[in-house]
């Protein structure tokens, strides 16, 4: 071949490479950019989008937001690349996450719309790249829920239940009370219409909530915003019983080693293993008990005040603190959540109101134990049954029988252990087994009219 003839092929090769190069540098797939379809933001909000291009990599993303008075870029990225290598980056979707704070963007309570735009290292569009354009309908949401109580004042104690009767003018994803650090849901109000918004909660002081603990009625819209509302709400407190209880030793061979061996706790020491009982399994059985009214029925199924186990004896009161000692050594502790009621061995034990069984099984120091689910967040629990004549979903009117007391679970002899429970926290029996404490503190709530 004559050495034309081989230029005029390194020629072709170099023309037909150049092509290819072209070829892959002209790609056509604009970025992908996945995020949600519309947005609503309150006084701070953030979204997040999946961007990434694959062909020639990203080059860069603009976002903003346009209301009527003009457009504000909240976010721009550039990417570093070149046009005759594409994207540094491989291109793979990366999360992009915005903060949106609508007050330092000077945007106004009402509809907006944001534009996320981005572009690759395409030579497409005169080299500029593909673009991908979205734009998504934005509403800013400003304005807190407006929360009107209707409830006056109120008295409450520690350890107790207390209720409101509240409206809101839109709907919420929360609403409830909050005493300090805890909150109790509100539910709509049992016989008003939807539309009206009204709302009603009961609450529990926890005897260990803060002194001067703050009770408000609370509320978050959809977009994030919360009001709270006070009310007169006066807090009594109360001196918590005390109490030493002897273990004897038969109660340790027995009670001890047979919840020890349930619950795989060693035996070697036997005042160890009640302690571990007393502490650990007790815990453990609380935190169940919690899951198990996690999801209250939102109808008020219970009707006027709850009863008490028939011709019984009070042994043991509410939130008694409890120290333990054998010997003359005090080996633990704990405070007694509920009442302790002695009738006759194996004494019918009955619903002490209507409502639906959500548990009737063993449960630790609880031994045979049954909840009921009064709606509206109220509870009560009966434990160390000998037999259980109920199952879960059955429906109890007041005084239906749920079984035979016992000694199941860690309990010296025959008794009723009862508690209420409200949003999960253990509350005052006396107080919902008092007809009068019941019309004048929850009742009258129920009834009471929004202004
Ligand atoms: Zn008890």
Redo the contacts with the bound molecule.
């Keep these: 071949m004559t050495g034309r003839g081989w230029l005029g092929i390194a020629l072709a090769v170099l023309l037909l490479g150049g092509a290819a190069i072209a070829w892959v540098r002209f790609e056509g797939d604009a970025p992908s950019v996945e995020g949600p379809e519309s947005l609503l933001i309150g006084s701070l909000g953030s979204v997040a989008f999946d961007i990434g291009d694959l062909g020639s990599g990203l080059r860069e993303i603009l976002i903003s937001i346009r209301q009527a008075d003009g457009e504000t870029v909240v976010f721009e990225r550039s990417f570093p690349g070149d046009l005759r290598s594409g994207g540094d980056a491989p291109g793979i979707p990366e999360r992009f996450e915005i903060e949106i704070d609508p007050e330092a963007l000077g945007l106004a309570h009402g509809d907006a719309s944001l534009t996320v735009t981005a572009r690759d290292w395409s030579w497409r569009n005169s080299f500029s790249g593909n673009e991908t354009r979205r734009e998504i309908p934005l509403t800013i949401d400003l304005k807190k829920p407006r929360i009107q109580v209707a409830s006056g004042l109120t008295y409450v104690s520690r350890g107790g239940a207390g209720s409101v009767s509240y409206a809101i003018n839109e709907e919420t994803t929360r609403d409830g009370v909050m005493v300090g650090e805890n909150f109790y849901r509100g539910f709509p109000a049992p016989g008003a219409d939807t539309a009206s918004g009204r709302r009603f909660a009961l609450f529990a002081v926890p005897t260990d909530a803060p002194k001067g603990a703050r009770i408000a009625v609370v509320a978050e819209d959809r977009a994030g915003n919360v009001a709270t509302a006070s009310w007169s709400v006066v807090l009594k407190e109360r001196v918590l019983p005390d109490a030493n209880i002897t273990l004897p030793d038969r109660f340790l061979e027995t009670k001890v080693r047979n919840l020890a061996d349930a619950a795989n706790i060693p035996q070697d020491d036997l005042i160890g293993a009640f302690d571990q009982i007393n502490t650990a399994l007790r815990a453990a059985n609380e935190a169940k008990i919690r899951q198990i009214v996690a999801n209250p029925s939102e109808a008020k199924l219970w009707d006027g005040a709850f009863t008490q186990l028939r011709n019984s004896k009070v042994t043991?009161k509410f939130a008694e603190r409890r120290s333990y000692f054998v010997g003359g050594k005090k080996v633990s502790e704990a405070t007694?959540f509920?009442?302790?009621l002695a009738s006759t061995a194996g004494a019918p034990i009955e619903a002490s109101n209507a409502g639906v069984v959500i548990f009737a099984d063993d449960l630790g120091i609880y031994g045979n134990c049954v909840i009921i689910d009064h709606g509206l967040d109220l509870f009560s629990l009966y434990?160390h049954l000998s037999s259980m004549s109920v199952s879960v979903g059955d429906r109890v009117e007041k005084n239906g029988e749920l079984g035979l007391s016992g000694a199941t679970g860690l309990a010296g002899g025959d008794?009723l252990?009862f508690a209420i429970l409200l949003g999960g926290t253990y509350v005052e029996p006396l107080e919902w087994w008092d007809p009068l404490w019941v019309k004048t503190h929850v009742d009258v709530h129920l009834s009471t009219p929004t202004r």
């Design positions: 043991s007694h509920g009442y302790d434990a008794h252990h």
